[in-house]
């Protein structure tokens, strides 16, 4: 089964408080300890890390690795979640944060 093949509500299952709770758990000042296994966890982390991208802007792959070391040395496996998770795409060492999509119902 695609892990992609879920609604944009089961995606987003956890609430505040879960998500306060994974990144006290993965992130210790400013920087993340270790990249979760587990793929809810580790959703968490990623939309966390994500944030520091502006959507729709191009970043070549060094700016995305500058902006991703400070968090963990790790940044090509950081790269390559962002991009399994569709959070952002990339074309010829090229990145762009998606746009984050707001149902119709929650954007009224």
Known sequence: M???A???????IY???YAEKVLAAFINNGQLVT???KLK???VVLDYIVQRF???????ELEVNAL??????DVATLRRLLITERLMTRE???YVRVADEIAPDEAS
Not at 6 to 12: D, K
Not at 54 to 60: F, K, T
């Open 2 to 4: 695609d892990r992609h």
């Open 6 to 12: 879920t609604t944009r509500e089961e995606e987003l």
């Open 15 to 17: 609430d505040a408080g």
């Open 35 to 37: 990249i979760p296994t």
């Open 41 to 43: 966890k580790q959703r």
């Open 54 to 60: 502006e959507p729709g802007r191009s970043y070549h």
């Open 68 to 73: 991703l070391k400070p968090l963990h040395p």
């Open 92 to 94: 010829n060492s090229i």
